[in-house]
Structure formats: C-alpha cells, structure tokens
C-alpha cells in the first residue's frame, strides 16, 4: 500500500497537461487594469497559491476563472481548449468550482440541506425530496473528506468554521469539480480550524484535484503549496515552485521585498533607527 505524499507533494505527475491555463490573461474596467498580462497553470494533484496584498488582483482573477467576468485580454484554457464564461453556471459545468469566504451555505438550514442546495434529489412523478439519499450521499461524502458528523439535520451554523469550510469543500468535490478555487479559507479562523481547514486541502489535493488557494498567509500556503504566485497590481511578480523558494523568499516578497529594503534604507538616511530588540 502506498503511503499518501506529504504536504507540497503533487498526488499526480506534474508532466499531466494543465486542467486550467491563462496566457497573457488581463481584465479592464474602463481605463482600470485589475488583471494585467497574467500566466497561470494550474494541474491536477496539485495546489497552487496564489498569494498578494489587498488590491492586488486576487478577486479579479477569482472572477475571470469563476465565469462571474469575462477577461478582456489573453486566452483562458480548459483541459486544453479555449473557453469564455457568462456566468459562473458554465464554469461549474466546466468543473471549476469557488468556495467563497461567506460558503454560500444557509446557516440555519441542515448540512445534508446546504450540501445538496440548488441540486436536490427528487423521486416519483411529484419530484418529492429524496432525503433519505440525500441523507446518505452527503454522510458518505463528508467521511471520504475525513469528517464525521453524526447528526446532519443540525444547522450547518451551529458547526465550528473549519466544518462549514470541509462541507463546502466536499459538496463542490462530489458535483464534480475539477478545479477548486478557494478563496481566503482561513482568514477568518483561528489556528487549529485553520489547520483543519488545510488538512482538507490536501485531500482535496490527494483526490486529483487542481486546487488555487487564495491566500494572504505565506506560512499557510508554504504547508500546502506545490506552485507558488504573487499578484501586485494585477501583474505577476513572482511565480516559483516549492524546489524554487523558501518560506523566507516567499514571506519577505509577501512583506514587500525590494519595496521593504527601499524603505529601510530611506529610513537610515533620514536618521531614523530602528527599535532595538
């Protein structure tokens, strides 16, 4: 028996043609360039982290991937052929799926409800809800993922918030994502949901997936990324791979890099000197 790859570890070949590319991809508003001249593959079994500061494109690219905006430059492929979205509904057909950071989950609904929202099981000539399948069906798919929830008529708000990410997770897994967008999945969470949440990444991951993980947090990307890129301005400034970066590179170009250093000699000159440790 196998053992499972470790965290940064592709689950599959890196030689597999990309599940989704942008060449050159750029989206204007106006004369407002959000997105400029941006290049991205992201493959199957692997986690690629797409990190920046506010303003810096991240939500824009979410968009133009998640068929909420059409890019008005460069090519966006799909297992090889080039596609356009109007609307997020052919992305998902795609097999591109978003979890946002507000999960689109209904708080006071049940789990085994939001797991099936807007893709519910009928049966019979009246299309009654089959919720005993559906019962099974999402109890089976939160086990794969890892997580037992004994009791899935419970509000999904009443659940911590590493367990609402997990659901919606598992819910764009089982309808047939390809591609998994996450879209800052731990910034509202605290240290050990955050873990639970980038545990699931990786199973996502180890499931075949091609997940892009949005993130303003160097150290949580580096526990899980394969491909690491940068956005400042809507423009790419930096695009490694783990072999090719150090959590230290990553964090210093996440701080500001040569911006930082620039600031830090003016500093010196103006006579200002640092707090002593």
């Not at 999402?138 to 004994?150: R, V």
């Not at 240290?191 to 993130?215: E, P």
């Amino acid at each position: 028996m196998s053992e499972a790859p470790e965290p940064g570890t592709a689950a599959y070949p890196s030689s597999e043609p990309a599940l989704l590319e942008l060449e050159d991809v750029g989206k204007s508003y106006g004369n407002v360039h959000a997105l400029r001249g941006v290049t991205l593959d992201v493959r199957a079994g692997e986690v690629t982290c797409v990190l920046g500061d506010n303003g810096a494109g991240k939500s824009t690219l979410i968009k133009v991937v998640a068929g909420l905006h059409d890019h008005t430059d460069g090519v966006m492929r799909v297992e090889g052929t080039e596609r356009r979205f109007s609307s997020p509904r052919q992305a998902q057909e795609a097999g591109i799926a978003t979890v946002y950071q507000d999960l689109a989950l209904a708080p006071l609904m049940s789990v085994w409800r939001n797991f099936f929202l807007g893709n519910e099981i009928t049966r019979g000539p009246l299309r009654t809800l089959d919720i005993g399948a559906m019962k099974r069906i999402a109890g089976d798919e939160l086990a794969k993922m890892g997580i037992e929830i004994p009791d899935l008529d419970r509000p999904v708000g009443s659940l911590s918030g590493g367990q609402r990410q997990v659901v919606a997770i598992a819910r764009a897994v089982y309808f047939g994502a390809k591609v998994l967008i996450l879209d800052e999945p731990t910034a509202a969470l605290g240290v050990k949901q955050s873990g639970v949440v980038l545990k699931y990444i990786l199973k996502a991951r180890d499931a075949g997936l091609g997940v892009i993980f949005i993130t303003h947090n160097p150290h949580h990307a580096f526990l899980v990324g394969n491909h690491f890129v940068v956005l400042k301005l809507g423009r790419v400034v930096l695009d490694r791979h783990r072999d090719e970066i150090t959590l230290a590179e990553l964090t210093r170009e996440m701080a500001g890099g040569e911006e930082l250093e620039t600031l830090s000699h003016e500093l010196e000159r103006s006579g200002v000197a640092a707090p002593e440790a």
